[in-house]
């Protein structure tokens, strides 16, 4: 009878939570930013690389340039246009404290989009973050803001929405806010894990359990454990009446009917969005591309607001009695799936030990090697490692380093640190100038520029892998994307960019002279003909000067007719 209690005190206590979550928030203020049903292709809180899902990605039927309209009154108080994140991108303030943002736009209501436009060509820049005051861009709710698009940071056609509080710019779960998103699917469960804590969950890392479905809930065969300090992960998805994977929203975990742990994402700072890599098990995320959220917290996961139990989720079996386990998930309307296993401590286990370069969370460490050196802050790491640092031959043919093992890319490290190497060979001045570091992160790749410390090259990264210097001599250059000069009935100028390391980080267009708007999508800088060039205008010459990430600039003329 007691803990029939404990277990009903739990259940209300998270509800009360939740119910109280939802009442705080305006509901039915906002309207759907689309003319067509709401149908959710990701969810807020959905694992991401780095970061959690920061609003609501709403279908468009796989279409561009549907009318995007303000969810309330308002006023437009920032735009953005960038290469990736974003894209285009709006955002309204509204009355009531809250701000909404609009992302992977093709294109601004015509006023605003003129305005942007003008500031494109008095800044001779096409990247923009523009701020206004609210009497520039009034809007009324329903008011046509944008079309709908696939720029940016985008994968397929569709919206990007959220709901910020416009004071702290936290972003906000949207479907707190009432929308009317039909939804009866429960979350769908593929996966438990189980992890020794008593060193960390990178090591030994994960144990697979296998779940079956059993009527309405899941089930596994009893667990036995080898350790007297578990956590556990669960694999799972919110599946939404379209079919889709979506995030999980909250879960919790009890043991012989206590809880032990519950997240909810209600809410979450870009500040703190990072920390999603101290809620998943990463190396399974970045290896495996398997998205399995801890029910547990690791010591060096500070995200807010997320933990309701505020217990750390680590299970101490002190004996070999065999333990109930349940673990609860639910999505925003409250439909819910249930894993009900058992748990028993077998013994006989071997725990790991610590290695002499031991870095725990909330402790600074360096670790070097005899070309190389990396500092980690107290705030790098999320749980412990035995870091491993080495040295081997490149086999790069711009290599003037050794290429530097940062221990493995599917460990995470939650803020930049410092690494310093030595190149192998006496560089002169314009040598160390055109120096870059390569680092690969196994998965992709990036470049950046570095500066020099003493004699070592000096750059900051937050992700682990291999370093190599290259020297880099080679041009930029781009490509004409039209097969004859005659382009009356061309309506975009395209040009393809290519550099043999790292980017192109500055671009400039000049026609006749004159400062020319390139948009640019991934590696294509575009000109819509404007009139700046209209049909009939005769001959011109288009100059294009390019720089790569190491400082080589090249400068390119084309001619065409009009």
């Not at 259940?11 to 067509?36: D, E, K, M, V």
């Not at 680092?439 to 900051?460: I, L, M, N, R």
């Not at 000069?485 to 192109?504: A, C, H, P, V």
């Not at 948009?519 to 009139?531: G, H, L, Q, S």
Request: charged letters at 25%; aromatic letters at 10%.
């Amino acid at each position: 009878m007691k803990n029939l209690c404990k277990i009903l005190f739990v259940i209300c206590f998270i509800n009360i939570i939740t119910i109280g979550a939802q009442i705080n928030y305006p509901q039915n203020y906002f309207r759907n930013p689309l003319n067509i049903p709401m149908q959710l292709a990701a969810n807020f809180g959905a694992v991401r690389s780095n970061h959690f899902h920061m609003g609501l990605d709403l279908r468009t039927n796989s279409q561009e340039n549907l009318s995007v309209v303000a969810a309330a009154d308002g006023y437009v108080s920032r735009i953005k246009v960038e290469r990736y994140g974003f894209g285009n991108a709006v955002y309204i303030t509204h009355p009531n404290g809250y701000t909404t943002v609009y992302a992977h736009l093709n294109k601004y209501f015509d006023k605003l989009d003129e305005y942007v436009k003008e500031r494109q060509y008095k800044d001779e820049k096409w990247e923009q973050d523009i701020t206004f005051s609210p009497g520039q861009f009034p809007v009324s709710k329903g008011q046509l803001i944008a079309l709908s698009g696939n720029t940016g940071g985008s994968a397929g056609p569709h919206l990007h929405f959220e709901i910020r509080d416009t004071k702290t710019e936290e972003c906000i779960n949207p479907l707190l806010f009432g929308f009317n998103i039909p939804d009866r699917v429960v979350p769908s469960i593929s996966g438990l894990y189980w992890y020794d804590r008593r060193f960390s969950t990178y090591e030994p890392g994960a144990n697979g359990i296998a779940v079956k479905k059993a009527g309405n809930a899941y089930t596994t065969d009893v667990i036995q454990v080898t350790s007297p300090e578990i956590s556990f992960a669960v694999k799972a998805v919110d599946k939404a009446n379209q079919g889709f994977n979506l995030g999980i929203y909250q879960a919790e975990l009890l043991m012989d009917g206590q809880l032990i742990y519950s997240f909810s994402i209600d809410k979450v700072s870009y500040d703190d969005t990072r920390y999603i890599n101290g809620c998943i098990d990463y190396t399974k995320f970045s290896r495996d591309k398997m998205g399995i959220q801890h029910l547990s917290e690791l010591p060096g996961m500070k995200l807010k607001n997320y933990n309701l139990s505020g217990k750390t989720g680590i299970i101490r079996l002190e004996d070999d009695s065999v333990h109930n386990i349940e673990i609860v998930l639910k999505d925003v309307n409250g439909n819910t799936s249930k894993l009900i296993t058992k748990v028993r401590y077998a013994r006989n286990s071997q725990q790991v030990t610590s290695s002499d370069q031991l870095v725990k969370p909330d402790e600074a460490k360096t670790v070097s090697t005899g070309n190389a050196e990396i500092s980690l802050s107290k705030n790098a790491l999320y749980d412990a490692v035995n870091f491993k640092m080495d040295e081997k031959l490149s086999s790069n043919a711009d290599a003037v380093s050794n290429t530097v093992i940062l221990h493995t890319p599917y460990i995470p490290v939650h803020d930049g640190y410092t690494l310093k190497i030595k190149p192998n060979r006496k560089l002169s001045d314009k040598e160390k100038e055109r120096t870059v570091v390569l680092f690969d992160y196994g998965s992709d790749t990036d470049v950046v520029k570095g500066k020099w410390s003493g004699d070592k090259v000096e750059a900051e990264f937050n992700r682990l892998g291999t370093a190599t210097l290259l020297l880099d001599q080679s041009l930029p250059y781009v490509s004409a994307g039209w097969k004859d000069e005659t382009l009356i009935k061309n309506s975009t100028l395209r040009l393809n960019g290519r550099t043999k390391i790292g980017d192109i980080i500055s671009f400039r267009a000049e026609l006749d002279g004159k400062w020319l708007r390139f948009a640019r999508v991934k590696d294509d800088f575009i000109y819509v003909f404007d009139e700046k060039c209209p049909k009939g205008s005769g001959s011109h010459t288009l100059k294009v000067t390019t720089t790569n990430t190491a400082g080589n600039t090249n400068i390119q003329t084309f001619t065409f007719q009009r």
